[in-house]
T-cell receptor, first 114, second 114 residues
Framework: ETGVTQTPRHLVMGMTNKKSLKCEQHLGHNAMYWYKQSAKKPLELMFVYSLEERVENNSVPSRFSPECPNSSHLFLHLHTLQPEDSALYLC?????????????FGPGTRLLVL | GNSVTQMEGPVTLSEEAFLTINCTYTATGYPSLFWYVQYPGEGLQLLLKATKADDKGSNKGFEATYRKETTSFHLEKGSVQVSDSAVYFCALSGAKAAGNKLTFGGGTRVLVKP
């Protein structure tokens, strides 16, 4: 148990659906991250939030929309996804910007787009 | 830019064998270095870290030493168990800025057979 929870753990959705992934951290951190982990590909950083402001958006398609309402919660809103978006989506948090650089990960949401 | 290179797997070995996973990096400045482990069906967990040259990180029988002269952070364990079967990721931190960015290697899958 790392102090970072993600829901749901598994999600199956059609290409026309809208769904949201939720991440919550109980570590008192103020930076949060979304990563995509696909089979046989390196871990891809998608978004970075620091003090509830987005500070990084790594050319992620607009069908992925992040939201960070407070320092403990991070969402990833999904709409009109493609089958190639099927992957494990990992959330992480850290103390930022001058604290410990260690990132703590949640268990991930396994997403399948049909 | 920063980059991390680690040996590709899978690495298959018998229980009680010696494990080494090589990791080399390219970075500006003086990054912190990390090893994360991902067990099947789970997110990434911090295994160990080192924040400056010649530091040795250790945890659960694993060790890695920050070698600035060879830009390496090789992971070792003297006697592996079946429960060590997992994917291991080497990572380094970026410059301290809003949102601590980690650069990950591609991961090395380790399979330990009884």
């Amino acid at each position: 148990e790392t102090g970072v929870t993600q829901t749901p753990r598994h999600l199956v959705m059609g290409m026309t659906n809208k769904k949201s992934l939720k991440c919550e951290q109980h570590l008192g951190h103020n930076a949060m991250y979304w990563y995509k982990q696909s089979a046989k590909k390196p871990l891809e950083l998608m978004f970075v939030y620091s003090l509830e402001e987005r500070v990084e958006n790594n050319s992620v398609p607009s069908r992925f929309s992040p939201e960070c309402p407070n320092s403990s919660h991070l969402f990833l809103h999904l709409h009109t996804l493609q089958p190639e978006d099927s992957a494990l989506y990992l959330c992480a948090s850290s103390q930022d910007p001058q604290g410990d650089e260690t990132q703590y990960f949640g268990p991930g949401t396994r997403l399948l787009v049909l | 830019g920063n980059s991390v290179t680690q040996m590709e797997g899978p690495v298959t070995l018998s229980e009680e064998a010696f494990l080494t996973i090589n990791c080399t990096y390219t970075a500006t400045g003086y990054p912190s270095l990390f090893w994360y482990v991902q067990y099947p069906g789970e997110g990434l967990q911090l295994l160990l870290k080192a924040t400056k040259a010649d530091d040795k990180g250790s945890n659960k029988g694993f060790e890695a030493t920050y070698r600035k002269e060879t830009t390496s952070f090789h992971l070792e364990k003297g006697s592996v168990q079946v429960s060590d079967s997992a994917v291991y990721f080497c990572a380094l931190s970026g410059a301290k800025a809003a949102g601590n960015k980690l650069t990950f290697g591609g991961g090395t899958r380790v399979l330990v057979k009884p």
